[in-house]
């Protein structure tokens, strides 16, 4: 069930304060190699917050020349407020480089996202981005994304269409609520549905036939599309994709 699978995410050793400097830890290596003259991609989430945090430091302390697109409304929001220099995704070509966190990252560095209900503004940067890194804690990487949870972004007219598909065809969809109970809906006014990625599952034929549905807007299985990915530590490792 969906609780089974979020607890066994949840599943690790560490404490969360460990997770938050992992994460932390994370940020930061990238932030430090972060070139100048770029205009970068500033992911969403709380892993990728840290990076906006440490890379605005870096900026202000060396006098960078780097402009920024944000993924949501909330990095956008925080990167104003902290004072950095923001691009409309809309006025330009091409991301040099965009850092990201993940919810969960396979061998191939094929991964999840949209934990954090950003995947739609998230794919659009990464896929206009010339290299995307990943950001992540140790509790996201995995093997395989076989059993676990995938958000998929549908219109609200007509989602419930999209629903009995994917309840009808094994996908054990769930909406995804606010805590308030009120239905989520994305930076785009759409809504989330949950599935969970079947074992066995091709996953580029997932992806395909999830974007074939009417209605559906984007789902967030991130495929070749992670360079790299660096997951937090005392070590700090860097896996490269292949
Ligand atoms: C948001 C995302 C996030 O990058 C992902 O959920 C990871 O978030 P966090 O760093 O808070 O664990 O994809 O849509």
């Not at 407020?81 to 991301?95: C, F």
């Not at 794919?123 to 140790?138: E, F, H, Q, T, Y």
Request: proline share 3%; net charge negative.
């Amino acid at each position: 069930t969906r609780k089974q699978v979020e607890a066994a995410n949840q599943k690790t050793d560490h404490t969360h304060e460990q997770i938050e400097r992992e994460k932390e830890q994370a940020a930061q290596y990238v932030a430090a190699r972060i070139p100048n003259h770029i205009v970068l991609g500033l992911g969403s989430g709380t892993t990728a917050a840290y990076f906006v945090k440490a890379i605005h430091d870096r900026i202000e302390k060396e006098h960078l020349d780097i402009e920024c697109v944000a993924t949501s409304v909330g990095t956008q929001q925080l990167a104003e407020k902290l004072g950095m220099r923001m691009l409309d995704v809309n006025t330009i070509d091409a991301v040099e480089l965009t850092v990201d966190g993940a919810d969960i990252v396979d061998d191939h560095l094929d991964g999840i996202k949209g934990g954090g209900a950003a995947l739609l503004f998230e794919k659009l940067v990464a896929n206009m981005s010339k290299r995307n890194v990943w950001i992540v804690d140790p509790r996201k990487p995995r093997h395989t994304l076989e059993g676990q949870m995938l958000p998929v972004e549908v219109v609200p007219f007509g989602g419930m269409g999209v629903f009995r598909y994917l309840r009808d065809h094994g996908y054990q969809p769930a909406f995804r609520f606010q805590e308030n109970g009120d239905i989520l809906a994305t930076d785009s006014g759409n809504y989330l549905i949950d599935i969970t990625i079947p074992k066995d599952a091709d996953l580029q034929a997932l992806s395909e036939n999830l974007k074939k549905q009417t209605g559906v807007v984007e789902h967030g299985l991130f495929l070749n599309i992670c360079d790299e990915m660096v997951v937090g530590g005392d070590q700090v490792k860097v896996v490269k994709r292949e």
